[in-house]
């Protein structure tokens, strides 16, 4: 859809610098050119009035586990390993136990109410292999929605026995994830914990003889819990960030939520971008990520909401989440702007897409906000506004790769 958006207030750039009266103007799903006032030059380009309407980027769920929809809330009380461990976790039975369509189903219910919430990109870790980049391949088909999928073999060590033997990948582990990576975005590695140094030194191998070819993506969380934090120094003697920055070196650490500032200062040192997931970080009672010494040592910084079984994928809820506890907990507020950077430009920034920010260039990828919404009306600071009072139900349309989103894709079931 080529065409030019008048008479709207939006973000513009990477900065997020708010325009009250401007235009946008899409050609071929991109964004050719972005300005204040009235759009002058001629053109044959559909016309849409943007009067009362704000345009932001649309947001980017730079973490997600969608395969767990069908669990939600499921064992609530329970401790932090025994609910989501890969291997002896509550939510690894309940995938297996579930059947694949059920499973699928709900994993398109929450791609649906993502769309909703504004969502216009996830970046899904794909547990389960093949099955499961085949599960959110099916989930996603005929949705707008853009998915990053890094993918995992179904394999795990253990430090607390397989360190000191330093076993490799098995060899028919290797082969599985070429075929991955053959069908996938990436990988998405469950933690330094499950695994060894040379299954870690092998990973990024693979990835960077990948690459040569084409880009992948290599995330893994890390410090999730005080307790995993334990497990590593104690085992290994070198604490999780310091064995995934000396083997791994991905593009993104998720989590980071009980690093260190040593551990934090090197995540930057090295340019690996972080990934926070405060609300299902709270949730499991694993503590608050320290964001604003991650903004003040020079971290990239972007949100997840992380699993579906135990937070619900609202980027909106994060927005206010972390506006709130930065100013409670950490001493000094993040201004909001820095705020909706996480959800938006530096998403788009860690995974490498053109997506996040509305300039010429990037994909048409945008939410569109009634200014005159009883939540947020009268609108006096913007960015405050979208970051601490906005909700789904401020949204008039949201459009990915210059299409309005239809309804009709909202039930889509």
Same mark, same amino acid.
């Given at each position: 859809?080529?065409?030019?958006?008048?008479?709207?207030?939006?973000?513009?750039?990477?900065?997020?610098?708010?325009?009250?009266?401007?235009?946008?103007?899409?050609?071929?799903?991109?964004?050719? =050119?972005?300005? #204040?006032?009235?759009?002058?030059?001629? !053109?044959? *380009? /559909?016309?849409?009035? &943007? +009067?009362?309407?704000?345009?932001?980027?649309?947001?980017?769920?730079?973490?997600?586990?969608?395969?767990?929809?069908?669990?939600?809330?499921?064992?609530?009380?329970?401790?932090?390993?025994?609910?989501?461990?890969?291997?002896?976790?509550?939510?690894?039975?309940?995938?297996?136990?579930?059947?694949?369509?059920?499973?699928?189903?709900?994993?398109?219910?929450?791609?649906?109410?993502?769309?909703?919430?504004?969502?216009?990109?996830?970046?899904?870790?794909?547990?389960?292999?093949?099955?499961?980049? =085949?599960?959110? #391949?099916?989930?996603?088909?005929?949705? !707008?929605? *853009? /998915?990053?999928?890094? &993918? +995992?073999?179904?394999?795990?060590?253990?430090?607390?026995?397989?360190?000191?033997?330093?076993?490799?990948?098995?060899?028919?582990?290797?082969?599985?994830?070429?075929?991955?990576?053959?069908?996938?975005?990436?990988?998405?590695?469950?933690?330094?914990?499950?695994?060894?140094?040379?299954?870690?030194?092998?990973?990024?191998?693979?990835?960077?003889?990948?690459?040569?070819?084409?880009?992948?993506?290599?995330?893994?969380?890390?410090?999730?819990?005080?307790?995993?934090?334990?497990?590593?120094?104690?085992?290994?003697?070198?604490?999780?960030?310091?064995?995934?920055?000396?083997?791994?070196?991905?593009?993104?650490?998720?989590?980071?939520?009980?690093?260190?500032?040593?551990?934090?200062?090197?995540?930057?040192?090295?340019?690996?971008?972080?990934?926070?997931?405060?609300?299902?970080?709270?949730?499991?009672?694993?503590?608050?990520?320290?964001?604003?010494?991650?903004?003040?040592?020079?971290?990239?910084?972007?949100?997840?909401?992380?699993?579906?079984?135990?937070?619900?994928?609202?980027?909106?809820?994060?927005?206010?989440?972390?506006?709130?506890?930065?100013?409670?907990?950490?001493?000094?507020?993040?201004?909001?702007?820095?705020?909706?950077?996480?959800?938006?430009?530096?998403?788009?920034?860690?995974?490498?897409?053109?997506?996040?920010?509305?300039?010429?260039?990037?994909?048409?990828?945008?939410?569109?906000?009634?200014?005159?919404?009883?939540?947020?009306?009268?609108?006096?600071?913007?960015?405050?506004?979208?970051?601490?009072?906005?909700?789904?139900?401020?949204?008039?349309?949201?459009?990915?790769?210059?299409?309005?989103?239809?309804?009709?894709?909202?039930?889509?079931?």
């Amino acid at each position: 859809m080529d065409l030019i958006l008048e008479n709207i207030s939006l973000f513009a750039g990477e900065n997020l610098d708010y325009i009250d009266n401007g235009y946008i103007v899409i050609k071929n799903g991109i964004i050719e =050119e972005v300005g #204040t006032g009235k759009y002058k030059s001629k !053109s044959n *380009k /559909s016309t849409f009035e &943007g +009067r009362g309407i704000l345009a932001i980027p649309g947001f980017i769920n730079a973490h997600t586990h969608i395969g767990d929809s069908i669990g939600k809330d499921i064992g609530v009380d329970s401790a932090f390993e025994s609910r989501i461990h890969p291997v002896h976790g509550i939510k690894n039975k309940i995938l297996k136990r579930s059947e694949r369509r059920h499973l699928v189903n709900f994993m398109r219910s929450s791609i649906i109410s993502m769309m909703k919430k504004g969502i216009v990109v996830i970046a899904d870790f794909r547990e389960g292999g093949m099955y499961g980049i =085949e599960q959110i #391949t099916e989930a996603t088909s005929g949705l !707008s929605i *853009k /998915s990053i999928i890094l &993918g +995992r073999p179904e394999h795990y060590f253990d430090i607390s026995s397989d360190f000191d033997k330093n076993p490799k990948i098995p060899q028919h582990v290797v082969e599985s994830i070429h075929n991955i990576l053959d069908n996938s975005d990436g990988l998405g590695i469950s933690g330094a914990n499950e695994n060894t140094d040379n299954s870690l030194n092998e990973y990024r191998e693979i990835i960077q003889e990948r690459s040569l070819k084409k880009k992948y993506l290599l995330g893994i969380h890390s410090s999730e819990s005080v307790e995993t934090e334990k497990k590593s120094i104690n085992v290994t003697g070198k604490s999780e960030v310091q064995r995934i920055t000396a083997r791994l070196l991905p593009n993104f650490i998720v989590h980071l939520t009980n690093a260190s500032d040593d551990d934090i200062k090197l995540v930057s040192k090295k340019k690996i971008g972080v990934v926070i997931c405060p609300r299902a970080n709270a949730t499991l009672g694993v503590g608050t990520p320290k964001i604003s010494k991650m903004l003040k040592f020079g971290c990239l910084v972007a949100i997840g909401t992380d699993n579906v079984m135990i937070n619900s994928p609202d980027i909106f809820r994060e927005l206010d989440y972390i506006w709130k506890i930065t100013r409670t907990l950490e001493g000094g507020s993040i201004p909001a702007r820095e705020i909706l950077k996480m959800a938006t430009v530096n998403g788009g920034k860690i995974l490498g897409i053109n997506s996040g920010s509305l300039m010429a260039g990037m994909s048409a990828d945008m939410i569109f906000i009634d200014k005159t919404n009883l939540d947020i009306s009268p609108m006096h600071d913007p960015h405050v506004s979208i970051v601490h009072r906005a909700s789904a139900n401020s949204i008039l349309n949201v459009m990915i790769k210059g299409k309005f989103v239809d309804e009709d894709e909202f039930s889509c079931m």
